[in-house]
């Protein structure tokens, strides 16, 4: 293994939290920003616009994106193998974006509704091209944390920054979605430059595409049926509306989703390439691995759902002012899809790919994308943002289930019965302590649908949530939370230390 990829699983967790950190910062600042400056229909165009660029890179990429992860995790070491592995799949890559793209331009000059948004349309194409060729497989398989944390956050900041500078009032939303579309992507022109210094992508042994097919099929259906229900979604409920309101309450919910759910990734991404890796050449290293992974995950989704189920409306007053409480049910509904929707990706991601079982995944997906589907078409007209959270939130369950299932031999290694109901009742006690604040704030008469008195209410409440779970959990010795009760004692003793020692 070169030296690229020799940082241990600490520091990549490290460079993998500050790119989050930066992500989350950044969507922290940005969407009240943004959702106060801009009117509600033209924040609901630029994401109406977003969701179709989103929903087509998967059928561009192919599922390379996952399945080139593992693939280039296997043959790390070998330089001739691995790049042969990335020509291949740059080659497959270039042979489905032209065709999408080709056929996305076409419809862009041909559907109504389209024509209505053109401009903002075609700088999403160069989005998505730019995204398609962003081979962030390939740096995660290498594990090169480092660049792909400082190249993305450099990205970010210049992304946040632009939009401070020039978005101003609610005409600006074109202006916005421009920002939206290709500030953030232009780092991929990095990537791809910089795979060309550390492989050589036009020599070496014969490309066999065939090779990839039987595999990429599971993958290409898995990731394809995903995105359809992760933005198809919206899609639909902007077509089946007269305008992007519908879109931009739904849009609000999936985006504080996501906030989330980039704080989760940044785990999951860590751990898919080692596993990747462990569960061919040390399978004991792999249930251990995996095991300290469930556990983590469960807690940080449990915590996420629970929380966002009391909290939701002075979450929205705080992100977005009082003109998107609509927004609130939604939330709480996505909160659910949240959970189901993360514990998924772990088990498709960190169980069944590195155990090649990647035609599950793509079953699960595939029964989801029908199940989104039929409930979009028949929700969204009626309950808008509301019946697309519903429809999100059962679609993302059903696929919960099936992994479950085929993932319980695994599960039935790394977990217990007493292990889940340690997990569950700090949560529980945590939940049933954070909604008496929100009670007493209701009874009192105070509003918190002002900025102040919401971001009172959502700070209080997370406190009050994490130090009842903290304590709770440690009471009942669940596994996570002793790991960090250590980890912040060994944080407090260290900087003890520093401090007796710069006092000498």
Known sequence: MSEQVTRSIKFNAVMNTLLTASNTL????TLPYVTRALSVEGYGNVNFVQSISTWLVPICTVGITAYGVRECARVRDNAMQLARVVRELLIIITIFTALTLGVFALCILLIPRFVELSPLLWMFLISTLLSSYGVEWYYQAVEQYEYITIRSVLFKVLSLVTILALIHSEDDWLLYGAIVALVPCCNNIFNIVRLFKDINLFGGETVSLRRHAKPLVSYAAST????????????????????????????LAVKLKNICWQVINSVIGVLIPRLSYYAKNAPEKYDNLLKRGNGFLLNVCLGVMLYLFIYAMPLVTLVSSGKYANAALPIQIIGVANFVSCMSYFYGQCILSPLSRERSLATANTIGLAISLL????????FGAVGASIAATISEGSIFIALGLRSRDILQRITTLSGVLRTLIPHITAFAVA??????????????????????????????????????????REETSLWVLETIRAMLHKTLHRIVNSSN
């Not at 359809?228 to 409920?237: E, G, K, P, Q, T």
């Not at 089946?240 to 309450?249: E, G, I, P, R, Y």
């Open 375 to 382: 409930l979009n078409a028949v929700l969204d007209r009626p």
């Open 26 to 29: 950044v969507g922290i600042v």
């Open 435 to 476: 909604i008496i604040p929100m009670q007493l704030l209701h009874h009192t008469g105070i509003d918190i649908t002002t900025t102040i008195n919401a971001g009172i209410a959502v700070v209080a409440g997370f406190i009050v949530y994490s130090i009842v779970w903290l304590v709770a959990a440690v009471i009942v």
């Open 224 to 251: 394809i049926s995903s995105s359809f229900y992760l933005s198809f979604d919206s899609i639909l409920l902007g077509m089946l509306n007269s305008n992007n309101v519908q879109v931009a309450l739904y849009q």
